[in-house]
T-cell receptor
Framework: LAKTTQPISMDSYEGQEVNITCSHN???????ITWYQQFPSQGPRFIIQ???TKVTNEVASLFIPADRKSSTLSLPRVSLSDTAVYYC?????????????FGEGTQLTVNP | NAGVMQNPRHLVRRRGQEARLRCSPM?????VYWYRQLPEEGLKFMVY????????ESGMPKERFSAEFPKEGPSILRIQQVVRGDSAAYFC???????????????FGPGTRLTVL
């Protein structure tokens, strides 16, 4: 069972770049890596997904090293509204849904 | 295009009663997921459904919990004879079903917060 490990919390300041790393040592060949953001009392929101190397969209970048045992979500120039819990999700389409476990996530707090 | 709708947003039940949680997926989405989130914890997968078909229920408790996604109408998560430990936020997500289960982007609803007294 692919298990993910993330820091429980991170603190940052407005305007800084934030990097959140997720470890997934048991990632399988077909596994993709997906990141979601969750605000209090809301459902998670998709941020970015990747398989290898680097993926970038209008919100974030995702860096995946060659061994794929970890991934790093990079948020450029964070603002107060980026304060949320960030979840790393690993799984592939061939496995049961029980692998769709979001884990504890990382509480990011952006300070003024 | 309306997002995923869930109702009720808050539900209070006494022990032993039944709880029915409804989820209307985004327009054009044929797949629905249900998750449970306990306070201060991450989301736990419960069940994955397509219209009139349960694809994966590996995360569902063996007793008292059931889910359906009929041809017409919303998906229903049903909890019979609720106990205090069922108190949690229940999130529904939908996806277009174009990719495999965990690579398909999921769009989440606002959740239903169930409180069992």
């Amino acid at each position: 069972l692919a298990k993910t490990t993330q820091p429980i919390s991170m603190d940052s300041y407005e305007g800084q770049e934030v990097n959140i790393t997720c470890s997934h040592n048991n990632i399988a060949t077909n596994d993709y890596i997906t990141w979601y953001q969750q605000f209090p009392s809301q459902g998670p929101r998709f941020i970015i997904q990747g398989y290898k190397t680097k993926v970038t969209n209008e919100v974030a970048s995702l860096f995946i090293p060659a061994d794929r045992k970890s991934s790093t979500l990079s948020l450029p120039r964070v603002s107060l509204s980026d304060t949320a819990v960030y979840y790393c999700l690993v799984g592939d389409g061939e496995t049961s849904g029980s692998r769709l476990t979001f884990g504890e996530g990382t509480q990011l707090t952006v300070n003024p | 295009n309306a997002g995923v709708m869930q109702n009720p947003r808050h539900l209070v039940r006494r022990r032993g009663q039944e709880a029915r949680l409804r989820c209307s997926p985004m327009k054009g989405h044929s797949h629905v997921y249900w998750y449970r989130q306990l306070p201060e914890e991450g989301l736990k997968f419960m069940v994955y459904l397509q219209k009139e078909n349960i694809i994966d229920e590996s995360g569902m408790p063996k007793e008292r919990f059931s889910a359906e996604f009929p041809k017409e109408g919303p998906s229903i998560l049903r909890i019979q004879q609720v106990v205090r430990g069922d108190s949690a936020a229940y999130f529904c997500a939908s996806s277009p079903g174009l990719k495999k289960i965990s690579t398909d982007t999921q769009y989440f609803g606002p959740g239903t917060r169930l409180t069992v007294l």
